[in-house]
Structures are given as structure tokens and as C-alpha cells.
């Protein structure tokens, strides 16, 4: 009982620590960029903006702070949460290490979408890069489902998070392609710069209509993530260890993968593909809180929220006067520290 009182009490401060960072996060994402705005004047941004009296505020650091600067920085806390629980889930369901939700082929099919519309036209003008981005993103994971479950009934054997992992890569490998040939064939150097600039993540377009959006899909996904904590316990253990203790491996699968799948193509529809983030981050907080789930998926949220806005940051202030793909940075950071990830796993395995 006393164990467990302490577990229960570690866990309260390390979530209540991280929405402390994260709202910290918040605070210098508004404060921190090529037009540096001070706290007092933020403040009284939000005094104004909730109907309070406060001091005039100039109207250019007004529009600055709150139609660039706060929705940009709530969907890098949505996009990075949503791509960080997404992980967990990916990684615990299949048992790999190596799974993040890029892995179903989402942000490949959604940047055949962005294309088709940029490039192609598709839509005849109704369409928006996103939503074009949305729908590309929806078949590609149409395709790799599929894929997945004939490969699961034709005999051979496979089982469904082998089916699934292969049919991603080929799902994948599919929608790169079919992107490659619209741009090499169609695209002027202009549109190609556009479009390779927003497939390496982009948050300059973020505004209010899509904070709108992404911000319920992020919280009804990460509820549904969590109610099934205890199912992704047990998953992690296989799926015959699941069935012995009475959970519906199949049903859960469905709704978790297909949970992650919404996450996933909701965030990248409007970021374009921002790596390592669920690849990274569900690693590192482990390092922290341990592998149940009940634990590590908010912990995950919060810390992939937290990382994605410092990320946006630094890709804001790294080169004066330009702002550089998101993905950029989080390459950067993602790629050492996956690296020294798996060192230490290594090493803790051999030992």
C-alpha cells in the first residue's frame, strides 16, 4: 500500500512538473522571435484579448502575438503531443522499437495529397493544401489496411503487426513515388521549392481555424489512448499474453491503430511530416517514468508538446531574417539522440 501510495505521488509531481515546463514552453514561444515582445506586453495581450482592462498595446505586437504567435504554438503542442502518445501506441502494439506513426505510410499518401492540389489542381479550387493533405493521408492508410489484411489471409502465415509493418513500408514506398513523378512531371521550381519546403514541416500557416481542429482531435484521441492504458500493458507482452487475461486483442488493435491514424493525419494535413517525434520522444520519457502506460502516455503528451514548441523556436531564431522547416530541427536534434538511445539500450540489454 505504501509502494503504491509513493508510485501514485511520483507520478502527481513528474505530470504536474511537466504542465508546469510545457506552459513554460508556451510562455517563451510568444515571448522568444525575430520581433522580440516582452512579457509585460504579452500579458496584457491576453488581459485584452479576455476583456480585461489593461494598458494600449501596440496593434503590430497585438497581431504579432495573437494571430501568429499563440496558434502557432498550441498546434506544435497538439501535432507534438498527438505524433508522441501516437508513438507509444505504434511501438507497443507492434513491438518494435522502431515504429512511429510515419510508419503507415500517412505522410507519404498526405504529401501526394498537398501535391495533387499545389501541382494538379485536384479540387478545382475547394480544395486546400491540408485538405488535399487529409485525404491523401486517409488513403494511404485505406491502402496499407488493405494491404495488411491480405497479406494476413493469404496463407503465408504472417502475423497482423508483421502485415502491417510491411504493408506500411510498401504503402509508403507507393505514395513517395507517385509524389516524386507528379512533381518531376508537372512541377515548376517554384512549386517544387513550395512543396519540399512543406514536407519537411512547416508551422508558418498555423492559425486560429486550425487550432479549431486540431486541439478536440488531440484531446479525443489522447482519452481514447489512455482509457486503454492497461490494455497496452499487457500488449506490450504479445498478443497471446493479452488474450490469457481476457482482452479483445483484435478490437483493441482497430481502435488504437486507427485512433493514431486520425492523430497522425489530422497533424501532418496541416504541419506537413515532422520527424522523430514520435520516433524520439516515447524512448526518452521512458528513460524517466518506466513503461506502464498509465504513466507514460501523458507524460509522453507533455513532453512531445514541450519538445515540438522549443523545436519551432529554435527553427524561428537559428538563421536571422528566414525560418527553417521544422523537421529540420527536430532531424537534428532526433537523429544523436535516437542514437544515443539505442547505445544505452544496448548496453543495458548486454548487461
Not at 485584452?48 to 498595446?57: D, I, N, T, Y
Amino acid at each position: 500500500m505504501i509502494i503504491v501510495k509513493i508510485g501514485g505521488l511520483k507520478s502527481a509531481i513528474s505530470l504536474i512538473g511537466g504542465s508546469i515546463i510545457l506552459a513554460a514552453a508556451l510562455g517563451l514561444a510568444l515571448v522568444v522571435g525575430e520581433t522580440r515582445i516582452p512579457f509585460e506586453t504579452t500579458w496584457n495581450v491576453f488581459k485584452l484579448a479576455a476583456g480585461f482592462a489593461a494598458p494600449e498595446v501596440n496593434a503590430v505586437d497585438y497581431g504579432i502575438l495573437w494571430s501568429y504567435r499563440l496558434p502557432r504554438a498550441i498546434i506544435a503542442m497538439a501535432c507534438g503531443a498527438s505524433l508522441a502518445i501516437s508513438g507509444v501506441v505504434l511501438q507497443a502494439l507492434l513491438r518494435n522499437p522502431l515504429a512511429d506513426p510515419y510508419i503507415l505510410g500517412l505522410s507519404a499518401g498526405a504529401s501526394t495529397g498537398a501535391v495533387a492540389v499545389a501541382i494538379l489542381g485536384f479540387g478545382a479550387g475547394t480544395l486546400s493544401l491540408s485538405g488535399g493533405a487529409f485525404i491523401g493521408a486517409l488513403m494511404a492508410f485505406g491502402f496499407v489496411a488493405l494491404l495488411a489484411r491480405l497479406a494476413q489471409g493469404n496463407g503465408a502465415g504472417a502475423t497482423s503487426s508483421l502485415a502491417l509493418l510491411l504493408a506500411g513500408v510498401a504503402g509508403a514506398q507507393l505514395f513517395h513515388a507517385l509524389t516524386a513523378l507528379i512533381i518531376a512531371k508537372s512541377a515548376d521550381a517554384n512549386q517544387a521549392r513550395g512543396i519540399m519546403f512543406w514536407m519537411m514541416g512547416n508551422l508558418s500557416g498555423s492559425r486560429w481555424p486550425d487550432v479549431y481542429l486540431a486541439v478536440p482531435i488531440a484531446i479525443f484521441g489522447s482519452i481514447i489512448i489512455y482509457a486503454h492504458s492497461r490494455a497496452l500493458d499487457a500488449m506490450t507482452f504479445g498478443r497471446e499474453a493479452a488474450q490469457s487475461m481476457g482482452i479483445r486483442t483484435n478490437l483493441v488493435m482497430t481502435i488504437l491503430i486507427s485512433t493514431t491514424a486520425l492523430l497522425t493525419a489530422v497533424m501532418v494535413s496541416m504541419t506537413g511530416a515532422i520527424g522523430f517525434v514520435g520516433l524520439v520522444v516515447p524512448h526518452a520519457v521512458r528513460f524517466l517514468t518506466g513503461t506502464r502506460h498509465l504513466l507514460l502516455i501523458p507524460a509522453t503528451a507533455l513532453a512531445g508538446g514541450v519538445f515540438l514548441i522549443v523545436a519551432d523556436i529554435i527553427a524561428r531564431i537559428l538563421i536571422s531574417g528566414q525560418s527553417l522547416p521544422i523537421g529540420v530541427v527536430t532531424a537534428l536534434v532526433g537523429a544523436p539522440a535516437f542514437a544515443i538511445i539505442l547505445v544505452r539500450s544496448s548496453r543495458a540489454h548486454s548487461g
